[in-house]
């Protein structure tokens, strides 16, 4: 079955950086879309960034200038490096696998938690 597992996640001072990073099983890794997503305590899940099969990106306008995404398709990996981390950048991150840019995604991690203490 489709497995995503995310890691690295942790407490960080502000200004600081994490690096996350999901590994995919289960499902032809170069064919889909991946994403992170966060969600805040009392709040909806968001989009962080997303990258297309190719390589193409996308990124929250909050998150701009401060977040990297990028993908490994032979070691079937996503990764997201946080820079200058944010209190307001505290959520639960979630990688996702979806279909196409455009899609919803199929399959999603169980999460890890980000705290950014100011």
């Known amino acids: 079955q489709v497995q995503l597992v995310e890691s690295g996640g942790g407490l960080v001072q502000a200004g600081g950086s994490l690096r996350l990073s999901c590994a995919a099983s289960g499902l032809t890794f170069g064919s889909y879309a991946m994403g992170w997503y966060r969600q805040a305590p009392g709040k909806e899940r968001e989009l962080v960034a997303k990258?297309?099969?190719?390589?193409?990106?996308v990124y929250a306008t909050s998150v701009k200038g401060r977040f990297t995404i990028s993908r490994d398709n032979a070691k079937n990996t996503l990764d997201l490096q946080m820079n200058n981390l944010k209190p307001e950048d505290t959520a639960i991150f979630y990688c996702?696998?979806?279909?196409?840019?455009?899609?919803?995604?199929?399959?999603w991690g169980q999460g890890t938690q980000v705290t950014v203490s100011s």
């Open positions: 990258i297309s099969s190719g390589g193409s990106t």
């Open positions: 996702a696998a979806a279909p196409s840019m455009i899609r919803r995604a199929d399959y």
